[in-house]
């Protein structure tokens, strides 16, 4: 079956910091990578996504690429703020395979200090 | 709307009772996920719809649990003599029919059964 393991959280980070937050997966076929985040008393929002190999997917300064040998698809920002404080999911969609489940991680509750 | 509304936002109960769970998705988008967050299981997937047909209602956790679409648009999500194990956020999302990979999620409905 398909899984998703990301970091334990919670992550506290002072503003400016720089961050990762690991995603590793496993899944039978060839899945699509995401990550969504959820700011406090928010519902799920998309982040960013990657549908094949070597894909960087960005948006606000994240980055995450697939990588296919090593399975994982971890998170960065250079440069984090405040307003990032946030719980962060990693997920998988093996759509090729005629998923349309998303198998989420547990999530990664990041905090931002000033 | 803009977006994927849910309705009840919060919806407290007492265990035996019957609730039911609205989701109104994207205009257009003809397919339709329900998921649940909790603190002990994350994020699980319940069930899909593409259009009014369920194929897959794997993801519902026991025979309490069912939901109904109608029309292409509205679901219902409704669980039968509560138990407190099913306090929970229920999230819906909505896509259009063949981007499984681009689900929006609503802000969620959160049930605490006492």
Redesign the interface.
Known sequence: GNSVTQMEGPVTLSEEAFLTINCTYTATGYPSLFWYVQYPGEGLQLLLKATKADDKGSNKGFEATYRKETTSFHLEKGSVQVSDSAVYFCALIDSGAGSYQLTFGKGTKLSVIP | GAG?SQSPSNKVTEKGKDVELRCDPISGHT?L?W?RQSLGQ??E?LI?FQGNSAP?KS?LPSDRFSAERTGGSVSTLTIQRTQQEDSAVY?C?SSLGGR?????????TRLTVL
């Open positions: 994927v397919a996920y998921y994350g994020l997937f899909y897959d993801g999230l999302a499984v990979d681009e689900q929006f999620f609503g802000p969620g």
